[in-house]
């Protein structure tokens, strides 16, 4: 056997292995991961509003608390933090051999899939460290975090330029996410023909207006994230929390935020959607 054809068996052999029923598994399982904690986001941001503010923070920190004050909550952050390991390896499979889909083996495809592998690797082990017992990972706050990132970022040599690209690209891709729910470009990643009518119109009703609410908590985070750079104030940098609660500044008040929060729910339910019907 030749070098090039044993070279080339291998890369038949790694695509096979990155297609095999396990990756599969893992990024469907990780879906449902990702429904998981948006529902519980979009609860808590819920409970936010119509309370008139306190209680727990609306992002990923209160979602994993959450689960953890629940019976058995320590081995459910154990299969939460495990499955979405499944939707990182899931992505990085995309990222090596290319997703399904006519297009997904382009380059710019699969930068964007290893972008996403690295950040559902980070979630994963923040998940799985506070189920660990380390309480300052999975449930660290996002405001802080961004403040503190801001913070260091602004100290360095054009600081304030890093900042308010990275804000502006937050805030782009915020915008593209909400335009491309509103124009259901998901279509082409689901496999629409195994649907019901009634299932169809639940996945539509779910993905676009999951995916606007989605969307604009970006685009207002990149916007405050734009802020901090302009004012060179750290403390204009906000989290999902404090962003999902700037909501309730707004001429009409805590509504807006129930109708974003209403959304981040719809997104987590367009993700059990994306769990069963999803192309893997």
Known sequence: MTTR?????GRGQARRA???NAIEMGGRAGFVARGVIYVLVGALALRIALSGGGGKEADRG?????????????????????????????RLSEALFGGAGPDEDKPAKRAMAAGRAVFYAFVAYSVLSFAAGDSGSGGGSSDQQSQDVTAKALEWPAGQWIVGIGGAVVAGAGLWIAVRAIMRKYHKHLKMSQMSQKVRRAVDITGVFGGAARGSVFAAAGAFAIAAAVKHEPDQSKGMDDTLRSFTDTPVGPWLLVVIALGLIAFGVFSWFNARYRKV
């Not at 054809?5 to 068996?9: E, F, K, N, R, V």
């Not at 629940?70 to 390896?89: C, D, E, N, Q, Y």
């Open 5 to 9: 054809s044993a070279a080339a068996q």
């Open 62 to 90: 209160g979602a994993v608390a959450e689960i953890a004050e629940k019976p058995f909550g320590t081995v459910l952050l154990w299969i939460l933090g495990i499955a979405v390991v499944g939707m990182a390896l899931w």
């Open 18 to 20: 990155a297609n095999s």
